[in-house]
């Protein structure tokens, strides 16, 4: 990498409830160990289903209402996102009774998490309780259990989700970076100039992370 001390500035924009997002920062970050890079990494909140309603609903009834995609495509999909998965060292346990869920909640708690130190912390944890552990993260009970799973205070966590403190903030940045023109997630912002959407792969990240290392300030 260059000769500087300024570490890669990492914006990425996600949903805890896209399995793209998972396995996408889990290639970067492959990519990111095999380069040495010195890197600090930003989340910001991006939400899939802003009208979900709070019981969810089956994921792949959303789905194929979505997409318009049939049993099949929906089943080869999953399997896809399984592999992709494998591949990078995370579960997806993906059922008949997995459910998508309204996530603006998690992403308030995720904000508050920030000003603890925790984000990235809680970030994997929510990844992991919705797509391997089948979690209802729009539960603020399950939300705050999550929260000291991490080492943050639970009571606190609940107090977070009941007052609604941080709904203005969210709001506003989900606003921010659509107005950037993200529609879709994951997005990654490198050095807040190159943007990069979806998935990409360790070796392309490798290329990616290559480049934005000889590129001049």
Known sequence: MKNNNTPLRIDIVSDVVCPWCVVGYRQLAAALKQSNTDYEI???????????????????????????????????SRARITEAGNEVGFQFHFN?????HNTFNAHQLLHWAEKQGHRHELK??????????????????????????VGLDRSEARAVLADQR????????????????????????????????GAQGVDNYLNILGQLAHMPD
Do not use: C
């Open 42 to 76: 930003h989340w910001h909140p991006f939400e899939l289903n802003p009208k979900m309603p709070k019981e969810g609903q089956n994921m792949r009834e959303h789905i194929m209402e979505k997409y318009g995609s049939s049993k099949a495509e929906s089943d080869a």
């Open 96 to 100: 008949d009774d997995t459910r998508m």
């Open 124 to 149: 994997q944890a929510l990844f992991a309780a919705h797509f391997t552990d089948n979690r209802d993260i729009s539960d603020n009970a399950v939300l705050a259990d999550i929260a000291a799973e």
């Open 166 to 197: 941080f709904a203005r903030e969210i709001r506003a940045e989900e606003q921010h970076w659509q107005q950037q023109g993200i529609q879709s997630v994951p997005a990654m912002i490198f050095n807040e100039r190159h943007l990069v959407s």
